[in-house]
């Protein structure tokens, strides 16, 4: 008897990391990137996927665009072919020799889109039987859940936001997805400073937050490589 856990992730947590490195005896699959920003400008790029362990890796690939993303209808299709789909992923699968590297590619079919595109790649190890003297045994996969951005052309994110007593309402009113991160409020003292949530605010979303005190709250905004500090 063998019990599996699969986890997916967006990103490697440190510790995990640490842990895996340290166990010599399973595949160990690490992406240099887990998110993908295409458009106009740059129409492809590549995932590179390195198997730190002493076994062979064998994986599968399976994209999907998000429709709605952010919102509570927020769903996932998977039309097998590409050009329904929207993107381009090659290989769909592959083998990964231990302390080898291979790349996929990741291909824009429609690279200027009115609205921000949003894809899901989910990159997992496939997972056979385990033999073991034990009544059970544990086997850990790591897989990974890669998020693919087709910007506009003329992609911005429009940031406006509504203040009532302790509630903050922000939207963007954009045509393209940023990032609201580090928030952080204090008293009117500045001794008691709390850490406000983040959110991906894509185009046309909506991020309500509760805030503790009255006082002006901050949040970096970050939209592709630029970030800027804003006050509500």
Avoid at 77 to 106: A, C, F, K, N, Y
Avoid at 213 to 220: G, M, N, S
């Amino acid at each position: 008897m063998f019990v599996r856990v699969i986890s997916l992730l967006t990103a490697l947590p440190p510790a995990l990391y640490a842990l895996l490195s340290s166990s010599p005896a399973h595949a160990q699959m690490v992406l240099d990137k887990i998110e993908v920003e295409l458009g106009a400008e740059r129409r492809y790029d590549d995932i590179e996927i390195t198997n730190l362990g002493t076994e062979p890796l064998y994986i599968q690939i399976a994209p999907s665009r998000i429709q709605h993303p952010g919102r509570p209808d927020e769903k996932r299709i998977s039309p097998r072919d590409p050009e329904s789909l929207g993107l381009l992923v090659t290989p769909m699968r592959l083998i990964v020799q231990p302390r080898e590297r291979h790349r996929v590619r990741i291909v824009a079919l429609n690279p200027q889109p009115v609205l921000d595109e949003v894809f899901r790649v989910a990159i997992k190890p496939v997972v056979g039987s385990i033999e073991s003297d034990q009544t059970a045994a544990v086997k850990v996969v790591v897989a990974y859940d890669v998020l693919v951005l087709v910007r506009p052309a003329d992609a911005n994110a429009d940031i406006q936001s509504r203040r009532t007593g302790h509630v903050l309402m922000i939207e963007n009113l954009g045509n393209s997805c940023a990032v609201l991160h580090d928030g952080r409020q204090c008293d009117a003292s500045q001794q008691d400073c709390r850490t406000l949530p983040a959110q991906r605010l894509y185009a046309g979303g909506k991020f309500r937050v509760e805030l503790p005190f009255d006082t002006p709250a901050t949040y970096t905004v970050r939209f592709r490589g630029d970030m800027k500090t804003r006050t509500f």
